[in-house]
Nanobody, 117 residues
Framework: QVQLVESGGGLVQSGGSLRLSCVGS????????MAWYRQASGNRELVAQS??????YYADSVKGRFTIARDNSKNSVELQMNSLKAEDTAVYFC????????????WGQGTQVTVSS
């Protein structure tokens, strides 16, 4: 059974930093694109992604402030969030996805990040 468990969320003042961590069990991160999404209201938004290769993606709203880093040997992916803003407040979700050799898509339970202005 695959499990993704996030941690590191909390309350922080505007301009502060947080580091989110996601650890997986029952899964080999090396075969997956790993990503962080967030949901404040409505749709879930892609924040950052680390592909199976070396490609990285960041939403325009977090470029230069957030950094995604994965350690396949530890089945972990982190999101370092700096210069946090009130609009970064959301529930953050870890996601593991692949399209080959078989399609798979797994989510963590989410961790709340609240940035006070």
């Amino acid at each position: 059974q695959v499990q993704l468990v996030e941690s590191g969320g909390g309350l922080v003042q505007s301009g502060g930093s947080l580091r989110l961590s996601c650890v997986g069990s029952g899964i080999d991160f090396g075969f997956y694109n790993m990503a962080w999404y967030r949901q404040a209201s409505g749709n879930r938004e892609l924040v950052a992604q680390s592909d199976r290769g070396t490609a990285l993606y960041y939403a325009d709203s977090v470029k230069g402030r957030f950094t995604i880093a994965r350690d396949n040997s530890k089945n972990s992916v982190e999101l370092q969030m700096n210069s946090l803003k009130a609009e970064d407040t959301a529930v953050y979700f870890c996601n593991a996805k692949r399209s080959y050799p078989t399609t798979a898509d797994y989510w963590g339970q989410g961790t709340q990040v609240t940035v006070s202005s």
